[in-house]
């Protein structure tokens, strides 16, 4: 909070703080998670998004992707690797764009306003509403997959479920990544088209520091192979990437000379730790950052 806020809004505001008799950081919490997963179920956004990943499941079975048979795999198993690869493009823009209009958009609508009048812990509706955007996201990326596997054991068709679980990890931590970093961009940003653009350059940037960009770099600049792949692994998108390969080819042959640096520094499983402890740390990181930002901030 700014130095000229009333001692009455401390104490209204933040009891943490100010020590307020009538709020309840942990009621708080849920409350308000509660009330932005109710938000965002009557939101155009999530039925759009609910129906991207529902329709791309429902596809990959009508063209036949769980019958076919690539380097080996086959039946749910290459349905799981398709679904991966559209989950790394499109779950962190819809986390993105959905999540900085929490903040910023409550600030431009003047929802701060009603806040500072009542007895609502600034923690308890920082991490609600990053609680509540999470099950908001997660969930229909989950059971679109889940439902993938129930029709494939319906089917009598394999399901790795060894896989699925590893895919369902994977996917919780680049949600709660991209969530984080959402929830500082909207704590930064004063307007809602700010915080929108400027999560769209990130998204944008992150893609483009794949590794075929710096592949080219490396060989135009002559960089060691080593800061290479350092700098790719610094990235959670690649990093998102390259264990989802990992799961299909061991052996990472898909990604050349690379490779080596990769399993000699970290190894099969050290790797796969790396790729789930590593984007939910970034995403921690980012959202206590920008709950600092949120709580030192003019709210009005």
């Known amino acids: 909070m700014s130095d000229d806020t009333l001692p009455s809004d401390r104490a209204t505001l933040a009891p943490e703080d100010a020590g307020g008799p009538e709020s309840h950081p942990l009621r708080d919490f849920w409350l308000v998670a509660k009330l932005d997963m109710v938000e965002s179920l009557r939101a155009r956004w999530f039925a ?3 129906l991207v990943f529902g329709g791309t499941v429902a596809l990959l079975f009508v063209f036949g992707v769980t019958e076919s048979r690539i380097l080996g795999f086959l039946g749910l198993s290459r349905l799981l690797v398709t679904y991966i690869q559209i989950c790394m493009a499109v779950l962190p823009i819809f986390v993105l764009i959905t999540t900085v209009r929490s903040v910023a958009g409550d600030r431009e609508a003047g929802v701060f306003e009603y806040l500072l009048a009542l007895p609502v812990s600034l923690g308890g ?17 989950f059971v679109a997959m889940a439902a993938g596997a129930g029709w494939g054991e319906f089917q009598e068709i394999p399901v790795p479920w060894d896989l699925f679980a590893l895919y369902t990890a994977f996917l919780g931590a680049l949600a709660w990544c991209f969530l984080g970093m959402g929830m500082l961009i909207s704590s930064l ?4 088209d700010v915080a929108q653009g400027a999560a769209f350059v990130l998204w944008l940037v992150l893609v483009l520091f794949l590794d075929l960009i710096l592949l080219g770099v490396m060989v135009q600049q002559h960089v ?7 700098i790719a692994l610094v990235n959670p998108l690649q990093v998102f ?3 989802a390969m990992m799961l299909f080819d061991p052996d990472l042959v898909l990604l050349g000379p690379s490779a080596f640096v990769i399993l000699d520094a970290f190894g099969r499983d050290g ?24 709580r030192r901030g003019d709210l009005p």
Request: proline content about 7%; charged content about 10%.
């Open 189 to 192: 940003a004063r307007s809602v």
């Open 224 to 230: 060691p192979p080593e800061t290479a792949v350092g």
């Open 271 to 294: 790797y796969l730790a790396w790729a789930l402890v590593y984007p939910v740390a970034i995403g921690s990181l980012c959202a206590a950052l920008g709950f600092r930002s949120f």
């Open 48 to 50: 759009v998004y609910s």
């Open 125 to 141: 509706w920082f991490w609600g509403r990053m609680a509540g955007r999470f099950v908001v996201v997660f969930v229909p990326v």
């Open 241 to 243: 990437r390259t264990a």
